[in-house]
């Protein structure tokens, strides 16, 4: 955890590739997702899990990042989930 933006939560969201890494905002209760997600048809996925180092690791990042439930998930690839 860091102070940065009222508090920045490092989560491990290996799977994309290794070491892959997201940022929760508690005081935003946003995501930052990185290439760990993208939005496809509001719904929140794998980001082209044909390229996935690790897919299943990459699916339970996923799910650890939806067990947040944050307001607002922003994806590198894929917009702003809300």
């Not at 508090?7 to 070491?19: K, M, R």
């Not at 990185?34 to 509001?42: K, N, P």
């Not at 082209?48 to 994806?75: G, T, V, W």
């Amino acid at each position: 955890m860091f102070d940065w933006c009222g508090g920045c939560e490092i989560i491990d969201t290996s799977g994309h590739t290794p070491g892959h890494i997201s940022l929760y905002l508690k005081e935003h209760n946003t995501i930052i997702t990185g290439d760990a997600a993208v939005l496809e048809e509001g719904r929140l996925v794998v980001a082209n899990p044909q390229y996935a180092f690790d897919l299943k690791k990459a699916e339970e990042s996923l799910i650890k990042l939806m067990e947040y439930e944050a307001d607002r998930y922003i994806c590198y690839h894929g917009g702003i989930g809300l």
